[in-house]
Nanobody
Framework: QVQLVESGGGLVQAGGSLRLSCAAS????????MGWFRQAPGKEREFVAAISWSGGSTYYADSVKGRFTISRDNAKNTVYLQMNSLKPEDTAVYYCAARTHTIVVVTRALYDYWGQGTQVTVSS
């Protein structure tokens, strides 16, 4: 069983930055691909970013490419999402997800564990 706990959400003005963190339990964290997803009110949960077990490969949704950066620290069992140049349309609950496989995917259904989410609100 893997437990994921997100933190770092909050209220920020457009153009600002936030860094989300996701702390994971379990000794095999370093072998998992990790992802961030988000869900805005009335919308489906969508892919934001993903990272391979080593951190050597990263993937981003087109809507956040160039503004968001995913990274991980396997020694701390933590994955991060640095969000810069935030826009009102980035407002959503952000979820961390773990896939008990080394191959990175962007498909929500292929992730095995989810955190409880953290709210990010960007004001205009």
């Amino acid at each position: 069983q893997v437990q994921l706990v997100e933190s770092g959400g909050g209220l920020v003005q457009a153009g600002g930055s936030l860094r989300l963190s996701c702390a994971a339990s379990g000794r095999t964290f370093s072998s998992y691909a990790m992802g961030w997803f988000r869900q805005a009110p009335g919308k489906e949960r969508e892919f934001v970013a993903a990272i391979s077990w080593s951190g050597g490969s990263t993937y981003y949704a087109d809507s956040v490419k160039g503004r968001f950066t995913i990274s991980r620290d396997n020694a701390k069992n933590t994955v991060y999402l640095q969000m810069n140049s935030l826009k009102p349309e980035d407002t959503a609950v952000y979820y961390c997800a773990a896939r008990t496989h080394t191959i990175v995917v962007v498909t929500r259904a292929l992730y095995d564990y989810w955190g409880q989410g953290t709210q990010v609100t960007v004001s205009s």
